[in-house]
């Protein structure tokens, strides 16, 4: 993980610098309006989170005009909430299945500023694979995502509730993809918003399939009817793909504790302003909105955003 910043700071930082900083992030700015460092913990190489996580850090650093914004990549949902829980990142992305599997005790102080948009699991294999259905990976070498994923997370109890017995390899989006086309892996799991662009630039490369997951989605959304919902991967999602049912899972965007009400207000107000110009680079930040804001299970929504949503209650 490293941070980096978003826009014409091009200063690079480690995990540990962040660590050995003076002054924790998320700790030492309860009584400021606007702190003076904001971390925004994102995601990995060539997933959707890292993305527009940058995309929503820029957004805040032009708005905030003594607060220096900076991101970091990390291996996603996981990561993000320890990075969080440990106050070494002020906001981070998150999908719910991650967040209800965590346990969160009052000190950490997490709360959510809102649900964005929801991530939907990719099975994905090469045209040529002989691979029809989820059983027929037994015994097959398949990346699950990367260590602290939300795919990882979500993979392993797809495994813990069908009984698959694969050979697991833990690499993230893009290596992934890389992997796959090179024929390393046999196939790739991918928990992400549509399109994903590891998944995209690999169809464009080669000929892949996206396996039906209905029957996997069936036995998921019984388990975990507040966190999986059934959905489908659209046919004009990735250049040659047909349309697959799979399901879906909602993601949050999360703050760690010692940030005023007012500031977490200007956070939400930021980003609900620039959904549109998100939206044009990153598809996903359509589904930003003021009724599914609110939807974020049994995370609580921070006093702040609390605010807003209820200023811009639609009529």
Known sequence: MHLRAPNRRKALF????????????????????EPDRLVVATGPPGA?????????????????????????????????????????????????????????????DIS??????????????????????????DGLRVSVGEVNSGTEFTVTQIIEKTGLQMEEVRLDQATSAEALAQGSIDAMFSLTGLPTPAITDLAEAREIRLIDLADTAEVMTDVSPDAYFPASIPATTYHG???????????????????????VHTVIDTVHRGAPRLASRRPEAAQINV?????????????????????????
Request: charged share 20%; with cysteine; proline share 6%.
């Open 48 to 108: 959707v989170y890292r993305e527009i996580g940058g995309e929503i850090a820029l957004l805040l650093d032009e708005r905030l005009d003594r607060t220096e914004v900076e991101t970091v990549e990390t291996g996603a949902s996981r990561d993000n909430l320890s990075l969080l829980q440990e106050g070494r990142a002020h906001l981070g992305l998150a999908n719910l299945d991650s967040i209800l599997a965590t346990e969160f005790s009052k000190e950490h």
């Open 291 to 315: 009724r599914t804001g609110i939807s974020t299970g049994i995370m609580p929504l921070h006093p702040g955003a609390a605010e807003w949503y209820r200023e811009h209650k639609p009529a």
């Open 14 to 33: 480690t995990l540990a610098g962040l660590v050995a900083g003076a002054g924790a992030p998320g700790c030492t700015h309860k009584s400021e309006p």
């Open 241 to 263: 793909v047909p349309a697959r049912p799979t399901f879906s899972v909602p993601n949050l965007l999360l703050c760690g504790g010692g940030l005023s009400d007012d500031f």
């Open 112 to 137: 959510a500023i809102g649900r964005l948009y929801d991530s939907f699991v990719h099975l994905v294999v090469l045209r040529e694979a002989p691979i029809g259905a989820l059983s027929d990976l």
